[in-house]
């Protein structure tokens, strides 16, 4: 299999955690689902920033400021174009995923759901887009509503179909890429259902972004979500994207500094969005951070980054089949980037040290997707996910160490 | 590359058979949500002093392993001495060292990393909970 | 005047940002009350981060992220002894003091009070402690009281006291230090005399902690917030405060992943705080940075910062009372590391425009305080406030470019 | 440590004494609510053509020589055209090089800097939000 990228060294190379000669050397790190490594672009940007132009941003006449400012703008442009957005003033910097539909859930659904409404999502969701929803239930009356897992680990069209019917589901809000099994949902058929349905749509790239391009209106959807940290950049930064006229309509979310027009004891004034919901210094730096992420992304290439990512979901479904005992969750018609399984007679907690020792990082537990893990009748999994640095090697070491680990678990005979 | 966490010994305790008590004094459950682990604990009680102890697991080894070990120990103490020990226990655990102490005194060979610590603590919890649930019951 | 630091150069050799081989050789920063520049430390402890230990947090098995979560448990602890709390329980991480002061305002304020329950601010506050409890005041009918500015600049203490009379007043909170003038209030006799009242005490720290040490419990608050930024640290990182009784009383603010027990559809569990308040994956590498901060800080230790500012303010003082036309406001009895000021006949974003041209980096503005700038009759001033990097030469500096736009400004006599 | 921006030109310009017209077809009043800055202007107008120009600015000198550049400019011009003008005056600025076109003509020697580009552009803003006001009048 041929994974050469052309002009230049294979990226692994780009990523000092992996530095043959540094503390982690042979590190297998199939975990980039739960947070991808850094490249050395995304580092330096960071530091470079805030070695040679720090200042804080919006309200400094000075060029430090200003050229800050011109920086973290810049990579609000620089995201519309990496989601195809409308314009800059529909991309909102926020914490991560958790906090965009954190924002979506207060800002737009505190005004615009009432008693009786719904809210739809499916079983595959993170618990990021479970448990707010389940608080505006608790809080407005409003029902959430689940479409089911399809028997072959995608979503259940039917049901997805049937619960719109009424007409009350005034939000459709569903993950692009289940994480918890790497079930790729068709995302684009999905909004066009709710939209025709009269749902607004929001959907959660957090699992997609690294993976795929995504162009938000050609989706249709009116928000998506997304964590820089698992875009090979900075944590504490993550982007909200939601459609302008959506945007207007919604109330800010965290109130005080940057985000005001003009502030009175009796009567405070709001500025449009993005600022509206961009309160008190932001995290300058994680955007600086951000942008050189998507430069970085944008240097390999979508034709790379697929055609790479293709390649390893191939070798590696074919290495783990040949595991016996080992049993990998459906992912639906397509799987990207992630393959979570069981191993019988072995815990995944115990897997997942086991696997440690073999200097393989994979993650144990429920994914954060308690709910689907449920569904599979399961409370845990191994789950393996992939980066732009993997190579099929990785691969080998992982079945290697499983196989150690089954045979620790399997009862001696004397 | 060490398994040593994973001795002979641990894997063999992770393997035993435990069971449930027919007529329990007190009974405790305790999950790990983040896992989905859980323990049954059950104690048969005389004049402040456990006769009997009987349980059961759906967890990891370390988790099957620390219950196994608490099954064996509890017999003959006295619910009086319990707590301080699950402290004692509780403490070195976290400290990473190993010297589990008395109740779980077999895990003492190999420091619990952190991340797993939850799963050895999971059977101590339940005993915990069965003690606070019988000084319940008692003050009634 | 001495301002030797024994047995180490200055700490301005600390910070490349101000390296004289540099794109900012020359640069006069006087804007750190808006941010603080960065130390080397702080930016390698971010970028070995990276190169070295990332991994997510709280969920991994492996060693690489049990590594990166001991570090960021490790600063949790590490902020609770920098602010003598009583447990690391107390301490959230969140984005910054803005995102603090709304966590009070929604987890506690929105459970804890009710229409005709008043929160008693001061006129010295930042808007980041005005807007959130103007939309708690809209939402639930409480009252928003206003501790009036006294004629000195500082607290008006009677109107404070009479506005605590009638016990309505559940949540006194108000700012160590005001951003805008840079006037210290006298937090642990207003905080003594509100919880005699009755009421819970919140403090806004941002202008305190790189300036004097705090201890919680001295002070006997309830709340105490503050942003990294402002102490050396990195952007999008905070710390709230919360006393641990008070912490249990309160809801969840945003929800989603690594702050709950057990999710389903119908029903979900919260984790104990401070987990409770952290939702989904945090600023890990901001996290470290600040802990780097908080470090630094110590190796150089109070009894030297607060006796360089001290230094620094007389020499300042002095040097700013000899600019005719120059007016400061004033601070009441106590002023710490700001300086607000407006020059007779220029317009303060002019002055900061030719300062900028003379690199002399002010803020000119608001300062996100426009009640108070109203109560002086004005709508803009121009701040110099102080970092522990700054030099006497510095207010020469400033002196010097203030003059040079007087007489720009001044009619040519022909 | 050029002090370009405020050539003497400007500098004459902001001190240029400006008056209010006693009796506007239209007023209108913008401020910048950041710095507190505000700007008030007047138009007379006849037949679609600005006929007299008065106002008054509390800012900063980039502000003020911005409305007298204005009030010179403006008598004359046809309604019409104006619109097209503020769009082009508005780019010009936001690209930081010079060129403010028609109506500013007189600061096209200096790029704005960007923290400053909004003290420009209330006059222009003023005058935008006249134009709107007399759209509205007239269709009602
Ligand atoms: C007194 C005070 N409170 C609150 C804030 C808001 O801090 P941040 O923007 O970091 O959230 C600031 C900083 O501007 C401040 O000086
Ligand atoms: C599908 C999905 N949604 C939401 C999240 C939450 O992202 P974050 O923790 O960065 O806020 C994650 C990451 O774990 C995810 O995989």
Redesign the pocket.
């Known amino acids: 299999m041929s994974l050469v990228l052309h002009n230049r060294p294979h990226p692994k190379a780009d990523f000092p955690i992996f530095d043959p000669a540094g503390p982690n050397a042979g590190l297998t790190y199939l975990d980039s689902g739960a947070s991808a490594q850094k490249p050395t672009q995304v580092i330096e940007a960071v530091s470079r920033f805030y070695a040679t132009g720090y200042a804080n941003i919006h309200r400094g006449v000075y060029k430090l400021s200003a050229t800050a400012t011109d920086a973290y703008e810049g990579v609000r442009a620089q995201v519309a174009t990496f989601l195809n957005a409308a314009s800059e003033q529909e991309i909102i910097f926020v914490r991560g995923a958790t906090e965009g539909l954190n924002l979506i859930a207060h800002s737009w659904g505190q005004t615009h759901l009432q008693a009786g409404d719904a809210v739809l999502i499916t079983a595959l969701e993170h618990h990021a887009n479970i448990v707010p929803w389940q608080i505006l239930r608790d809080q407005k009356g409003i029902e959430l509503r689940v479409a089911a897992l399809a028997e072959d680990g995608g979503v259940d069209r039917a049901d997805f179909t049937a619960k719109l019917a009424d007409g009350k589901v005034k939000l459709a809000t569903f993950t692009h890429i289940a994480n918890a099994t790497g079930a790729v949902l068709p995302v684009a058929e999905l909004t066009a259902e709710a939209k025709a349905a009269g749902a607004l749509v929001a959907i959660d790239g957090c699992q997609a972004v690294a993976h795929r391009p995504v162009d938000v209106q050609a989706l249709g959807c009116d928000f998506y979500v997304f964590s820089a940290h698992k875009l090979y950049g900075p944590t504490g930064i993550g982007i909200l994207y939601g459609r302008l006229a959506v945007l207007e309509t919604m109330q800010p979310y965290q109130t ?2 940057d985000m005001v027009a003009t502030v009175r004891f009796d009567k405070t004034e709001f500025l449009d969005p993005p600022q509206r919901f961009e309160a ?2 932001p995290d300058i730096a994680g955007v600086i951070g951000l942008g050189a992420a998507i430069d970085y992304v944008g240097s390999l290439g979508w034709p790379w980054i697929e055609a790479h990512e293709k390649a390893l979901l191939a070798y590696g479904e074919a290495v783990l089949a040949k595991v016996p005992g080992l049993t990998l969750l459906p992912a639906g018609p397509h799987r990207s980037g992630i393959f979570s399984f069981t191993v019988d007679g072995v815990h995944p907690h115990d897997l997942g040290t086991i696997l440690d020792h073999h200097n393989v990082a994979i993650r144990a537990g429920s994914h954060c997707a308690q709910p689907l893990l449920n569904e599979f009748g399961l409370t845990a999994t191994v789950r393996a996910s992939l980066g732009l640095y993997n190579e099929p090697e990785d691969f080998d070491r992982l079945a290697e160490a499983v196989r150690a680990a089954q045979r620790m678990f399997t009862p001696k005979r004397a | 590359m060490s398994e040593a966490l994973y001795s002979d010994k641990i894997l063999a305790l992770a393997a035993r058979k435990v069971a449930r008590l027919p007529k329990p004094d007190v009974t405790a459950v305790r999950n790990n949500p983040l896992c989905g682990d859980r323990v049954t604990l059950d104690l048969a009680i005389a004049e402040g002093i456990v006769t009997a102890a009987g349980g059961e697991a759906r967890g990891c080894a370390l988790c099957c392993a620390g219950l196994a070990v608490l099954l064996d120990d509890l017999p003959g103490q006295t619910l009086e001495s319990l707590p301080a020990q699950i402290e004692t226990a509780r403490r070195s655990i976290a400290m990473g060292v190993s010297g589990l102490a008395v109740v779980l005194s077999v895990l003492q060979e190999r420091p619990i990393p952190r991340p797993r610590q939850k799963c050895v603590l999971l059977p101590l919890e339940a005993l915990q909970e069965a003690l606070s649930s019988l000084s319940t019951n008692t003050h009634e």
Chains 1, 3 share one sequence.
């Open positions: 005080g500094g008190g210094t």
